[in-house]
């Protein structure tokens, strides 16, 4: 239990966690990662090098410390991480380890003058709390999923029944349970847990789906990034008939329901998303303005999809940008707040999503709050690990 006197010692050490937090979490990964091979696979290795991984770590580290004493202040935070714990089946017996080297990483960095015993007991209490949080909520999502018509826990075996090339960099696999049996229905917007063996090492991802359930497959769509280990593995290496195991679906950015204009945003393989959120709205009736980024024809994914969607639903407006000069492009260049400004709807009343690189992401952001799309109406997801894009 975390009393009131660990309370406040947590929230002295925010200004250590402003302006070291990255250190700290850095060597937290550099231990827990060398000296706990079970946890790796949990890990992927290019966040790790690129610092998005600790960057990302020490931002939530800070915001916890900063609400220790009023967590809904937290926001969508805990449902992120949460979301993401379940994609990739984070269980309890990881918690220890991961709070034993958190624990061991404050007393290295700031030292023991710093990192009294006091500190460290009153850490210790804080990470057990926010432990005990995550790993209630993570098992009533794992039991929910097993619970739906269709659902599993754990890893399900799934068949690649189809794998289609969308462009010259993007593949559809086409996942079919093994077994047989249905397939739960998930939300527009969510991602699946990939768990694969590459050159003898356990790797898990996270994938969106990038079309609506049918109760009977699922649908990925993976960009080959030419320092991916898995998506060069999955582009390579699997072939329709081979076998992946499948964690089931996770995700908070999914399409809220609502009569107000849509506006989707995507930047490259953050098309993928919004595939099943236009597919939804246009059921529904929505009107939706879909705009998308992408360096050219070449590599832009899904185009002949959505041309025929507008061509056959009135309340589609389609525009797209390319970085390059080429035919069919709306825009050449980059996006920007002008461009955004005509092709939103005139009236800034609506529901914005929007999904890609994070300074594409940050750029949107901007741009629709300077037109004027209400920030509670604008919703946006990270491909890694969670950050601020303020």
Request: net charge negative.
């Amino acid at each position: 239990m975390l009393t009131e006197s660990q309370r406040a010692i947590v929230k002295a050490t925010v200004p250590l966690l402003e302006t070291g937090g990255e250190a700290l979490t850095t060597h937290f990964y550099r231990v827990m990662l060398g000296e706990y091979p079970e946890v790796r696979p949990l890990f992927n290795q290019a966040h790790q090098a690129s610092g998005d991984q600790p960057r990302a770590l020490a931002h939530s580290v800070l915001m916890y410390a900063k609400h220790i004493d009023r967590l809904e202040a937290l926001g969508d935070l805990p449902a992120q991480i949460i979301n993401k714990h379940v994609s990739l089946q984070v269980l309890p017996e990881h918690y220890p380890i991961v709070g034993a080297c958190l624990l061991r990483a404050i007393r290295e960095v700031l030292g023991v003058e710093i990192a009294t015993d006091e500190v460290i007991a009153a850490w210790g209490a804080a990470y057990q709390q926010l432990a005990d949080i995550l790993i209630g909520a993570e098992e009533q999502a794992y039991r929910a999923n097993a619970e739906q018509t269709g659902g599993w826990r754990g890893a399900r075996a799934f068949r690649v029944a189809r794998k289609v090339a969308e462009s010259s960099e993007i593949s559809s696999f086409y996942l079919r349970p093994v077994d047989g049996q249905p397939v739960m229905a998930h939300q527009p917007g969510q991602y699946i847990g990939l768990r694969l063996v590459i050159a003898g090492q356990e790797q898990r991802r996270n994938y969106s789906l990038s079309a609506l359930p049918n109760g009977q497959e699922l649908r990925i769509s993976v960009k080959r990034e030419a320092e991916g280990v898995v998506s060069r593995f999955l582009h390579d290496e699997v072939r329709e008939g081979d076998t992946l195991e499948v964690f089931p679906p996770a995700g908070a950015f999914t399409l809220q329901p609502g009569d107000k204009p849509l506006v989707l945003i995507s930047g490259g393989v953050g098309i993928t998303p919004t595939l099943a959120m236009l597919s939804e709205a246009l059921q529904s009736g929505r009107t939706v303005h879909f705009i998308h980024c992408a360096r050219n024809r070449a590599v832009h994914a899904f185009r002949d999809t959505i041309d025929a969607l507008a061509a056959r639903h009135p309340q589609l407006q389609r525009f797209y940008c390319y970085d390059q000069a080429d035919e069919g492009a709306d825009a050449v260049g980059l996006l920007d707040q002008a461009r955004l400004a005509q092709w939103l709807p005139a009236n800034r009343d609506v529901d914005a999503y929007f999904l890609g690189p994070k300074p594409f992401m940050a750029l949107v952001r901007r741009s629709l709050l300077a037109l004027g799309v209400p920030e509670a109406q604008t919703r946006y997801e990270f491909f890694g690990p969670a950050a601020a894009l303020r």
